[in-house]
């Protein structure tokens, strides 16, 4: 029994106070703990928007009607012993419960965790905790240039220490983890995000295109993902 | 913190008022049903679909369609911005795919189409008609290709043409939705009617536009798209009191409904049923919500049949205009 699978969302009704000002759509948000045995769910966010700001002004007590958890999550082989995670800004915050879903299953994990200054570098202490190796990159010291990171999954995959890359958060990161892929035939998948209205598959608004039989197909977000095949994505 | 996938009651408790409904030769078990495009399979994680009055569902056209650019969608005050363009897996899908899935239900299925042509509506209509589908609603609030790209329920003229054209090619109850972006409501409909149009759905979205002026751009990917949500239901509202005056065929109201009083305003200004919209994607269940509590109204007012409500506007003479009496 979980409360959520890592990777999968929760839409959240961002209203409170704001009154008339308060934003009309849900606020999809992938969910940062989702703890069965506590029922405790947490929820990562940068304020940078209407909902974002109306989340924050909720006080302890009050109420937050969430719909979820929604979507596909991601999913984990049991043939792999070791896994990549990369991620970006927020998109470390759905890639932190994979980390630990992937240490239950004994599966061993890298996490290259890119930020732009080392004091802006979210969750790191999560993913130490899971036993997994930690490597931030920095724009600051250049250490997050895309050369860099390619230096590290270079060497994770000539020690055998990548059997699959799961990305989150960036398209830069996203571009260069489908090319290692292809190159190197190592399966793959990334978290996307897109503006949603319903969460459930009926607006099909949240569409992206992605490949499909030498073919651009447009997919929704909420529906099919939000964790799609990283081969698949068109970043 | 409370999850509403988790929470949600199927209440399957008999109501204590008969709140079904006729269109036409159809009778509803009540008269709430979603608006097109508002409503997918994966709503059944979230309330029985057999307490629907019907269903209605996403604009089918012949050939496959992929849809407009993103984003498709933009929030305004108590609104909802879209221009999602039609994307559509096409007939042959909807037959071997959508159909009998639906078919596992007891509500009616009311199947949406479109088509750039009246031809190509009455060809689509035609195909359609079989076993599973109870009613053909046309979306003639389309572009109309032959007109310039002008949706045919903008003129009583094209409306005729096109619903002339659909109840030559199918037998089956021939749902009209119209289009609020026209100058004369009242003249649309009772060209549907005369056309043999069974039940008008009043309405579409109204055609708006929002822009961005932080990046200077539009915030839709087509520019202009069509808004929803509570910031229509006056206007809507208004035009189903219009439409269902001006015919003698049931009129379904639809824009803005999100709650059971909601729905009791727009049975009181005439509309026979109703279909909910933008309110699904923020509350998944407003459908059975609204079902449930229009029985509580008619049970709390002494309302036996909830079709006592329909047109039951009640409006003094000084009200009524001088010409009327």
Same mark, same amino acid.
């Given at each position: 029994?979980?409360?959520? &699978?890592? /990777?999968?969302?929760?839409?959240?009704?961002?209203? /409170? #106070?704001? @009154?008339?000002?308060?934003?009309?759509? &849900? !606020?999809?948000?992938?969910?940062?703990?989702?703890?069965p045995s506590s029922g405790r769910l947490e929820f990562l966010y940068k304020v940078n928007g209407r909902g974002t700001r109306a989340l924050a002004a909720l006080q302890p007590g009050e109420e937050l009607n969430v719909l979820g958890p929604l979507g596909r999550g991601f999913r984990l082989d049991p043939s792999w012993k070791n896994i990549v995670v990369v991620g970006r800004g927020v998109g470390l915050a759905t890639l932190a419960p994979l980390a630990e879903a992937a240490a239950a299953q004994r599966i061993k994990v890298t996490a290259i965790l890119s930020a732009r200054r080392p004091d802006l570098l979210m969750s790191a202490e999560r993913f130490q905790n899971t036993g997994a190796r930690v490597l931030p990159v920095y724009d600051s010291d250049g250490s997050s240039a895309p050369e860099e990171v390619e230096k590290l999954l270079d060497r994770l995959i000539a020690s055998r220490l990548a059997d699959a890359f799961f990305v989150c958060g960036s398209q830069r990161l996203l571009r260069l983890l489908q090319r290692f892929s292809e190159t190197h035939a190592i399966p793959g998948q990334v978290a996307l995000e897109q503006q949603m209205a319903c969460g459930l598959g009926m607006c099909f608004?949240?569409? &992206?295109?992605?490949?499909?039989? /030498?073919?651009?197909?447009?997919? !929704?977000?909420?529906? #099919? @993902?939000?964790?799609?095949?990283?081969?698949?994505?068109?970043? | 913190m409370t999850s509403r996938l988790a929470d949600v009651k199927t209440d399957s408790r008999e109501p204590q008022v008969d709140l079904s409904v006729r269109i036409g030769r159809l009778t509803l078990a009540n008269p709430v049903m979603p608006a097109s495009g508002t409503f997918a399979e994966g709503l059944e994680q979230v309330f029985d679909f057999n307490r629907l009055g019907a269903f209605v569902t996403k604009t089918i056209t012949r050939d496959y369609?992929? %849809?407009?650019?993103?984003?498709?969608?933009?929030?305004? +005050?108590? %609104?909802?911005?879209? *221009?999602? %363009?039609?994307? *559509?897996? %096409?007939?042959?899908?909807?037959? *071997?795919d959508t159909l009998p899935f639906y078919r596992r239900y007891r509500p009616p299925l009311i199947v949406s189409i479109s088509a750039p042509t009246a031809e190509q509506f009455a060809e689509l209509a035609r195909e359609l008609t079989v076993p599973g589908i109870a009613a053909i609603e046309a979306n003639i609030s389309c572009p109309n290709i032959e007109a310039d790209g002008r949706a045919f329920a903008m003129l009583p003229d094209s409306t005729e043409t096109v619903v002339r054209r659909l109840r030559a090619a199918t037998e089956l109850p021939l749902w009209v939705k119209l289009t609020p972006n026209t100058a004369d409501i009242a003249a649309v409909a009772s060209a549907a009617e005369a056309a043999g149009a069974d039940a008008l759905v009043v309405a579409n979205t109204i055609l708006g536009m929002a822009v961005d002026a932080d990046t200077f751009r539009p915030r839709l990917g087509s520019i202009m798209g069509g808004l929803s949500g509570p910031a229509v239901k006056p206007i809507i509202l208004r035009m189903t009191y219009q439409a269902a005056r001006a015919v003698s065929i049931p009129v379904i109201g639809c824009g803005g409904i999100g709650t059971a009083e909601d729905a009791v305003e727009y049975l009181l200004a005439g509309a026979t049923a109703v279909q909910v919209g933008t309110a699904t994607f923020l509350h998944p269940n407003a459908t059975p919500e609204i079902i449930d509590g229009? +029985?509580?109204f008619c049970c709390r007012r002494g309302i036996a049949r909830i079709e006592d409500l329909v047109g039951a506007l009640v409006l003094d003479d000084a009200s009524l205009p001088a010409a009327a009496s």
């Amino acid at each position: 029994m979980t409360l959520a &699978r890592p /990777g999968q969302f929760f839409h959240l009704l961002c209203t /409170g #106070e704001m @009154g008339m000002l308060a934003p009309f759509f &849900r !606020r999809p948000m992938s969910a940062y703990l989702a703890d069965p045995s506590s029922g405790r769910l947490e929820f990562l966010y940068k304020v940078n928007g209407r909902g974002t700001r109306a989340l924050a002004a909720l006080q302890p007590g009050e109420e937050l009607n969430v719909l979820g958890p929604l979507g596909r999550g991601f999913r984990l082989d049991p043939s792999w012993k070791n896994i990549v995670v990369v991620g970006r800004g927020v998109g470390l915050a759905t890639l932190a419960p994979l980390a630990e879903a992937a240490a239950a299953q004994r599966i061993k994990v890298t996490a290259i965790l890119s930020a732009r200054r080392p004091d802006l570098l979210m969750s790191a202490e999560r993913f130490q905790n899971t036993g997994a190796r930690v490597l931030p990159v920095y724009d600051s010291d250049g250490s997050s240039a895309p050369e860099e990171v390619e230096k590290l999954l270079d060497r994770l995959i000539a020690s055998r220490l990548a059997d699959a890359f799961f990305v989150c958060g960036s398209q830069r990161l996203l571009r260069l983890l489908q090319r290692f892929s292809e190159t190197h035939a190592i399966p793959g998948q990334v978290a996307l995000e897109q503006q949603m209205a319903c969460g459930l598959g009926m607006c099909f608004c949240c569409v &992206r295109p992605f490949r499909e039989d /030498g073919k651009i197909a447009q997919r !929704r977000v909420c529906w #099919e @993902g939000p964790v799609f095949n990283l081969q698949e994505a068109l970043a | 913190m409370t999850s509403r996938l988790a929470d949600v009651k199927t209440d399957s408790r008999e109501p204590q008022v008969d709140l079904s409904v006729r269109i036409g030769r159809l009778t509803l078990a009540n008269p709430v049903m979603p608006a097109s495009g508002t409503f997918a399979e994966g709503l059944e994680q979230v309330f029985d679909f057999n307490r629907l009055g019907a269903f209605v569902t996403k604009t089918i056209t012949r050939d496959y369609r992929s %849809g407009n650019p993103t984003p498709r969608v933009a929030e305004t +005050a108590s %609104g909802m911005l879209n *221009s999602i %363009g039609i994307p *559509s897996k %096409g007939l042959a899908t909807f037959l *071997s795919d959508t159909l009998p899935f639906y078919r596992r239900y007891r509500p009616p299925l009311i199947v949406s189409i479109s088509a750039p042509t009246a031809e190509q509506f009455a060809e689509l209509a035609r195909e359609l008609t079989v076993p599973g589908i109870a009613a053909i609603e046309a979306n003639i609030s389309c572009p109309n290709i032959e007109a310039d790209g002008r949706a045919f329920a903008m003129l009583p003229d094209s409306t005729e043409t096109v619903v002339r054209r659909l109840r030559a090619a199918t037998e089956l109850p021939l749902w009209v939705k119209l289009t609020p972006n026209t100058a004369d409501i009242a003249a649309v409909a009772s060209a549907a009617e005369a056309a043999g149009a069974d039940a008008l759905v009043v309405a579409n979205t109204i055609l708006g536009m929002a822009v961005d002026a932080d990046t200077f751009r539009p915030r839709l990917g087509s520019i202009m798209g069509g808004l929803s949500g509570p910031a229509v239901k006056p206007i809507i509202l208004r035009m189903t009191y219009q439409a269902a005056r001006a015919v003698s065929i049931p009129v379904i109201g639809c824009g803005g409904i999100g709650t059971a009083e909601d729905a009791v305003e727009y049975l009181l200004a005439g509309a026979t049923a109703v279909q909910v919209g933008t309110a699904t994607f923020l509350h998944p269940n407003a459908t059975p919500e609204i079902i449930d509590g229009l +029985a509580t109204f008619c049970c709390r007012r002494g309302i036996a049949r909830i079709e006592d409500l329909v047109g039951a506007l009640v409006l003094d003479d000084a009200s009524l205009p001088a010409a009327a009496s």
